[in-house]
């Protein structure tokens, strides 16, 4: 059973990174007039989403060293 020793240790090694990717660490809220505009989240691994309300304007993803 050891042979499998690496293999399992990679496998946690990308859960722990999809779990950092899936952690919210802060989310901004736009409003105006009452109503949100633009969205912000940031997530653990670096990642930053922006959404608009405005589905015309495309929904932006970037990614930033911490």
């Keep these: ?6 293999s399992v240790e990679q ?6 990174l999809e779990k950092q990717a899936k952690r919210v660490v802060g989310i ?3 409003y105006k007039d009452g109503l949100w505009y633009k969205q ?10 922006t959404e608009y309300r405005d589905k ?3 929904t932006i993803e ?4 911490r």
């Design 1 to 6: 059973m050891t042979q499998y020793d690496e």
């Design 28 to 30: 901004d809220t736009r």
């Design 56 to 58: 015309r304007r495309a």
């Design 11 to 16: 496998q946690r090694q990308i859960l722990e």
């Design 40 to 49: 912000t989240v940031d997530y653990a691994d670096g990642r930053s989403v």
């Design 62 to 65: 970037e990614h930033y060293e």
